[in-house]
């Protein structure tokens, strides 16, 4: 340390970290984390180390294999090397920030620790990072519609396929005619329904963010505000921690994440920015074809050559160490090979290889996440997150000075225009048109500033005008929540915080308003099973989509699509379907409204009778009111979507232990659906929970420009990771009511009704 530290937690448990350097602040804060997230930290680097089978035993054991296929760590430890020295020294300060609370601790460790007998080994800079892949890893890639097109491919045709995943509303349909006899025949070399039950589940559905800006001709103060809600995983603990670092060099205040330095969303005195999911494809799969002469070696378009080899050996509680072997080619790691199984799961003489812009040696990721409280204007902002590589995020940045932009910083693949495949199938690795061209220049990359408009939104909807010169994606998020924040934020002729806090409240769900009166349209089911079928119908027929806990129509609606997207699509899917069941619902729109001939989707495979889609739609209410009876009693009056849009936010590993359960997950009921602005997305194949809000807003936060210490910020669970502390699970209901805190710099707001301080070092 270069002078004393300290740390002082305000009313709302927020540490506010000083120091005599930026390195002391970074060492602060790995204090205060290690005082507050331990366990959650062991998780997560084990989690990224692939060594959660030394704690859990053989049920984490596949895990381990794959994140060790992938060489998280090995990757980790690789791009600290690239990284600025000043980083560097930024990422070991905070890991002796750790260490020192791991040395110095008078008290018990966590229970966790306790009960699993395990002692955290000493933090190093590669823990850091390997938690920051990890993160890429929740909001990258199409890896997981790669492999289920492949599926499909077996079982649809090419037109079947375009039609179930449709294009970004106003774009082209991708064509797949012209390679399908190419998808086949790769199709043919894998069992796809056992790959697909190995690797970790896909994103959720419309995963992301929201954010968006206004400039000052937009408020009441005549400076920006700017908003940000991203969209993840719930947990508990939540996945951020509220911090303020400030030392001679600086200040920032905001979300940082437990086992990484730095505040990574919130502003800095100066500057303010928020992030959104871009989604861009970063992710290709490779089937690489192993050469006949040598199982040692794969072709490639130069001819032969070796598989690079590297072996892991896996620690497994309660039984004997397992040794990986794993391969790796050009493209990436080999992860067909994570089970002894896999050769059953490959045809002879071929395996598929994972390419990502995160296992790249050269991520500079942390110097950008590092950066922030030197950022003073535009320049300096561009110039941080040149250093930006994964996952690419949509970022708005508004300044003191009046300034409002986005920027979309990380690498994203350039495709070749003869690779007809765009990464949307698994590609023969031995065909150099599916190799990479390079990345897209940080220069050409999405960006504005200072838009006419005098706002800027990002919802991980399409960013790009259709004049755009490369290819990111072509699997954009439904606009739904864009189209509702711009309505919204057109709706007043200036905004202030609180609008902004309506805005992010906001539950009406427009995929409800759109999809609604097309179930309405259909007759009711002559001779129902239940009386109730024309009251829950009337019910609908005076509901605006609004998703409030309080009421009964949300619970219905949800239920009534969920059987009917079953009824539909089941037979044509067969045994693919449990993991390709969402909402889609431009798909349904598109067979509901009969789109191109679309309602054949309504067909009856196994019969091949014709069958009109209002069929479908009179049972799928008859069922709806069948499971939701079974689920929540006979009377219809007394359903809310609140008792059964509960909030999930599991506790590792404890949530899988109904004992222990209740004591360490935070729960609360919650509004919103998949696409209302205020996000709660549920899972429609989870039979056990169907309604439950998985994934939400992780945190909220509004910046005010005029004065940034009046700033609003709110997050998930609490601050304290300890199930006894009463900071565990205090900001759930405020969270899910939509309520803030304030987090300020100014002194005296800190120290009012401060819980305590901790002091570091000598006076």
Not at 21 to 41: I, K, N, P, V
Not at 453 to 468: E, F, R
């Amino acid at each position: 340390m270069a002078g004393p530290i300290e740390i002082l937690r305000d009313r709302h448990a927020v540490a506010h970290i000083r120091g005599a350097s930026r390195a002391d602040a970074a060492f602060g804060l790995g204090y205060a984390h290690a005082q507050d997230r331990l366990w959650q930290m062991e998780i997560q680097r084990r989690v990224a180390a692939g060594r959660l089978a030394e704690v859990f035993g053989q049920q984490a054991l596949n895990t381990d294999k794959f994140i060790r296929t992938l060489g998280i760590r090995r990757k980790a430890v690789a791009a600290f090397a690239a990284l600025r020295p000043e980083t560097q020294t930024y990422l070991q300060a905070y890991a002796n920030g750790v260490n020192a609370f791991l040395e110095t601790r008078s008290g018990p460790l966590p229970p966790e620790f306790l009960i699993f007998d395990i002692t955290p080994e000493p933090w190093v800079p590669a823990d850091s990072l390997g938690w920051l892949k990890m993160m890429a890893w929740d909001l990258g890639g199409n890896w997981g519609s790669e492999l289920a097109r492949l599926g499909l491919a077996q079982r649809l045709t090419p037109q079947q396929i375009e039609e179930f995943y449709p294009p970004y509303p106003g774009d082209a349909p991708v064509a797949l005619a012209h390679f399908s006899d190419l998808y086949r025949q790769v199709a043919e070399a894998i069992d796809i329904d056992h790959l697909q039950q190995m690797l970790p589940p896909p994103r959720p559905e419309g995963l992301g963010s929201n954010n968006w800006v206004v400039n000052g001709k937009r408020t009441v103060t005549g400076q920006p505000l700017l908003a940000n809600d991203p969209h993840l995983g719930l947990t508990t603990p939540a996945i951020w921690y509220f911090a303020h670092m400030a030392s001679p060099s600086g200040a920032t205040i905001g979300a940082t994440l437990p086992g990484v330095p730095g505040v990574i969303l919130g502003h800095n005195g100066r500057v303010a920015w928020g992030f959104t999911n871009t989604g861009p494809d970063t992710q290709d799969l490779y089937i690489e074809k192993i050469d006949p002469a040598d199982p040692t070696r794969y072709i490639t378009p130069e001819g032969s050559a070796p598989f690079i080899l590297h072996d892991e050996v896996i620690r497994v509680r309660g039984s004997d160490p397992v040794t990986l072997s794993v391969r790796e080619t050009r493209h990436g790691p080999v992860i067909s090979d994570i089970h002894d199984a896999s050769k059953r799961l490959l045809q002879p003489g071929y395996v598929l290889a994972f390419c990502w812009t995160a296992l790249r040696d050269d991520d500079t990721t942390a110097d950008a996440l590092t950066g922030v409280d030197t950022i003073a204007d535009w320049a300096g902002f561009l110039n941080n997150y040149r250093r930006f590589v994964s996952p690419q995020q949509n970022i708005v940045y508004a300044d003191r000075e009046g300034n409002i932009g986005f920027l979309a910083p990380g690498l994203v693949p350039i495709r070749k225009p003869e690779n007809d495949l765009k990464g949307l199938a698994p590609a023969p690795g031995w065909d150099a048109r599916y190799d990479w061209a390079g990345f897209i220049p940080f220069d050409q990359l999405p960006r504005s500033y200072n838009p006419s408009q005098g706002m800027l939104v990002t919802a991980n909807h399409k960013i790009v005008p259709d004049s755009y010169p490369y290819f990111i994606t072509s699997e954009w998020a439904e606009p739904f929540r864009a189209r509702r924040i711009e309505t919204l934020l057109r709706e007043r002729p200036v905004h202030s915080v609180e609008s902004f806090k309506q805005i992010q409240g906001d539950i009406t769900s427009l995929m409800a308003a759109e999809i609604l009166p097309l179930l309405l349209g259909a007759p009711i089911k002559p001779a129902a099973r239940n009386a109730e079928l024309p009251s829950a119908h009337a019910m609908l027929m005076g509901w605006d989509g609004t998703m409030a806990i309080s009421r009964a129509e949300p619970l219905i609606f949800q239920a009534w699509y969920r059987e009917l997207t079953r009824l539909v699509l089941a037979d044509e899917l067969g045994e693919g379907f449990a993991s390709l069941w969402r909402h889609r619902p431009i798909l349904m729109k598109n067979i509901l409204s009969n789109t191109g001939g679309q309602s054949r989707w309504c067909n009856n495979v196994a019969t091949g009778a014709a069958t009109p889609c209002s069929a479908l739609v009179a049972e799928a209410l008859d069922l709806a009111l069948d499971d939701l009876k079974a689920r929540y009693g006979s009377d219809i009056s007394r359903w809310r979507w609140g008792d059964a849009h509960h909030t999930r936010a599991p506790h590792r590993p404890f949530s899988n232990i109904p004992a222990l359960r209740r004591f360490f997950e935070v729960g609360t009921p919650s509004p919103g659906d998949t696409f209302t602005v205020n996000v709660g997305r549920n899972d429609l194949a989870d039979d056990k929970e169907p309604y439950a809000n998985r994934h939400a807003a992780s945190l909220r936060a509004i910046y005010d420009l005029a004065d940034l210490n009046r700033s609003q910020f709110m997050h998930s669970t609490g601050q304290s990771g300890h199930p006894l502390s009463p900071n565990y699970g205090n900001f759930a209901a405020p969270w899910a009511a939509v309520q803030y805190i304030p987090m300020s710099l100014r002194p005296a707001d800190i120290e009012a009704g401060a819980l305590g301080r901790v002091r570091l070092g000598n006076e």
